[in-house]
């Protein structure tokens, strides 16, 4: 039986990622901007501090046999990993969006504010993943500025998360069997540490383009 499958959410933080957090209910203190570019010049012009980052990146073979040879690594040399990380599989075609997106809101419920439901946000994820995240997510969907594809349509881009937890950096993919931890980060340091390992991804598949890098940051305004 074929697994079930949502319209991506397309890469404009100001439609999909914006709409969808507020969607459940987030405050807008802190929002989605593009990470325009990786040198530190283009990289101060990020508000801060940064809680989450969000990589689309293309799913190519270079990808693939990189992340078989990773899940085979980590099975031999377990990693610690916090128990305070927020990680869900993804078993739902195309949901990899929505699947960052509650990544990084998750696993940053000291820094977010949300309404009426602050105190009980992981009961929140808990009902929508299994009730009604898909009327959310595919009313973000509908509302990108690109005409959204066919169920049925494959996509070969993929969403991931980074986040800081406990000082670590981690990286959740729901793709994967379990976060990758990627060394030790600071809230100061975090844009930083996460935009290099987005370097590591650019860097196995030069020839390719399509890549975005997303923030969320405390609203400065």
Known sequence: MDSPRWLPLESNPEVPCVQFVSCLGMKSTWQFGDVYGLDPELLSMVPRPVCAVLLLFPVTEKYEAFKQEEEEKLKDQRQEVSPDVYFIKQTIGNACGTIGLIHAVANNQGHLEFGELQGNTLCLFSYFVFQSIRVTHESSAQ???????????????????????????????????????????????????????????????????????????????
């Open 143 to 221: 509302e990108g500025q690109t005409e959204a594809p066919s169920l049925d349509e494959k996509v070969n881009l993929h969403f991931i998360a980074f986040v800081n937890v406990g000082g670590h950096l981690y990286e959740l993919d729901g793709r994967k069997p379990f976060p990758i931890v990627h060394g030790k980060t600071s809230e100061d340091t975090f844009l930083e540490d996460a935009v290099e390992v987005c370097k590591i991804f650019m860097a196995r598949d030069p020839q390719e383009v399509r890549f975005t890098i997303i923030a969320l940051s405390k609203d400065s305004y």
